[in-house]
């Protein structure tokens, strides 16, 4: 499988597609606590979107914003169901932490669940190592944080 990366922003249709799907997703697996994850993830104010694309399909979507001087965070990370496990989503992360550094940021930070296992292999499996719970996260139980030194 041959997959392209393509640079974009939040107002891609593509990517607005594949964050519907993420959003259900999430939905299911965070049940009561959604409402409280959601609030933090809005689109519209997201200008480092990438794209992952098998053939002209869109396949897979992650995104960083800036989190502070030092470092951007990972956001919006998903991949559609019958492409996991052959490598989007590294390949994705792959090309945010590059634009990252590109910008001169020196780490990135991210939140997700305890109840995503491929999330937390993902994370660990690229060189992210778990930080305390950062901003609202902190106290949030079924939350772990994560960073990587770019």
């Known amino acids: 499988m041959t997959f392209s990366i393509k640079r974009t922003t939040s107002t891609d249709p593509n990517f607005v597609e594949l964050v519907t799907h993420l959003n259900a997703e999430l939905s299911k697996i965070n049940g009561t ?12 104010k997201i200008n480092h979107v990438v794209l992952v694309y098998d053939n002209a399909t869109p396949i897979a979507c992650g995104a960083i914003k800036k989190f502070s001087s030092a470092a951007m965070e990972v956001k919006r990370m ?46 660990s499996k690229n060189g992210y190592d778990v930080i305390p719970n950062y901003g609202q996260y902190v106290g949030v139980e079924n939350s772990i944080c994560f960073e990587k030194t770019i």
């Open 33 to 44: 606590d959604d409402a409280f994850y959601a609030q933090f993830n809005k689109i519209d």
């Open 78 to 123: 998903f991949t559609l169901l019958k492409y996991r496990g052959k490598g989007a989503a590294s390949i994705l992360l792959e090309e945010l932490e590059k634009w990252a550094k590109e910008m001169n940021y020196e780490k990135c930070v991210l939140e997700t669940s305890k109840r995503q296992p491929d999330a937390l292999a993902l994370y």
